[in-house]
């Protein structure tokens, strides 16, 4: 019998009605509660970390989550986490970062409407979230709505719907199907030793360019933050006529903070090298994101700027694939 450890958040699936709206109020005990599985072939235990709305959570938070995750790590043969939807994606980015060889299975989920109402799909997820968790897989996993994907890949894309998140440019681990769970490939599987890494630098912001950015801008935040990600136009596009943003980002390089280029697209990444306004900004120490989503960029520039300060050691890290969180 596999024992389990269920780490609750808050986020919507512990939300009650108040009286400014829904707002999360259940613990983790609370939401066992609602599962009717008499005779489960799992034992679980359950810790409440925090009980907040996920746009509240901060990298403190994703912090907090891990070291959770490593004191009670010998203990227990997989984790489910309950957490809000809205930051879910961020989170489960992070812990793949902070937990190093992760060699059991750590499983997000949440939902988009209460556990405790009468049409919620709070209970499919939980229950396929455990029965992931039950798996001889290693790894940190976003389960919802039957799907199962990899912590750096999930990207929320719906904010009503059930099925509210996707795998961006990287195939699904798995699918569930009530009992059945149907891999997509091979079972992802490390026997290495686990190994905690929490040093993130939150000093990072994330900035989406529109015609008519101001490269004035960049003084304003050059000297708050050590990281800058610019969602840049397509393939990683940067305006160098009329408000040309160039001079302002190599100031901002030549000042000590790391720059990562992405893109606004979902999927298919960006390439700096497919046309002018990307060939020009990449002669610069910039750092390429490929095909990363934002969702795993931003956590990936804390953890690699907790590390070092170096540039190019921060380019190093950030354009090494880790966790299939980069296509080579």
């Not at 269920?6 to 009650?16: F, H």
């Not at 989550?65 to 809205?86: C, L, R």
């Not at 229950?127 to 990899?150: H, M, P, Q, T």
Request: hydrophobic share 40%; with cysteine; net charge neutral.
């Amino acid at each position: 019998m596999k024992k389990l450890l269920l780490l609750a958040t808050g986020g919507t699936i512990a939300s009650v009605q108040g009286e400014d709206g829904l707002a999360p109020g259940m613990d983790a005990k609370d939401i066992i509660s609602f599962l009717q599985d008499k005779h489960p072939d799992y034992q679980m235990d359950s810790m409440l970390l925090m009980n907040i709305d996920s746009s509240n959570m901060q990298p403190e938070s994703w912090v907090k989550i891990a070291e959770a995750i490593h004191s009670n790590f010998e203990q227990y043969d997989g984790f489910v986490i309950t957490h809000g939807t809205d930051t879910m994606a961020y989170t489960s980015a992070a812990l793949s970062y902070m937990l190093h060889n992760v060699n059991k299975p750590v499983v997000i989920t949440g939902s988009q409407v209460p556990i405790n109402y009468k049409k919620t799909d709070a209970k499919r997820n939980i229950i396929d979230a455990i029965r992931f968790a039950c798996e001889d897989v290693s790894g940190v996993f976003l389960v919802f709505d039957g799907r199962v994907i990899r912590g750096t890949r999930a990207v929320k894309i719906r904010t009503k719907s059930y099925d509210a998140f996707e795998s961006i440019n990287h195939p699904y681990i798995a699918h569930i199907h009530d009992t059945a769970i149907k891999y997509v490939g091979a079972k992802p599987k490390t026997n290495k030793k686990l190994k905690l890494d929490t040093s993130l630098c939150p000093d990072v912001f994330l900035l989406k360019l529109v015609p008519g950015t101001k490269p004035e801008l960049f003084d304003l935040i050059k000297h708050l933050y050590k990281g800058v990600i610019i969602e840049s136009f397509g393939n990683g596009g940067i305006p160098f006529q009329g408000r040309d943003l160039l001079p302002k980002i190599r100031e901002l390089i030549a000042s000590g903070v790391a720059v990562v280029i992405t893109t606004q697209c979902l999927e298919e990444g960006e390439d700096l090298s497919l046309y002018e306004v990307g060939r020009k900004v990449a002669q610069n120490l910039i750092i390429i994101s490929g095909d990363m989503n934002t969702e795993a960029i931003v956590p990936k520039m804390m953890w690699a700027l907790g590390k070092t300060g170096d540039l190019f050691e921060v380019k190093k890290l950030m354009e090494t694939p880790y966790n299939y969180d980069l296509t080579p």
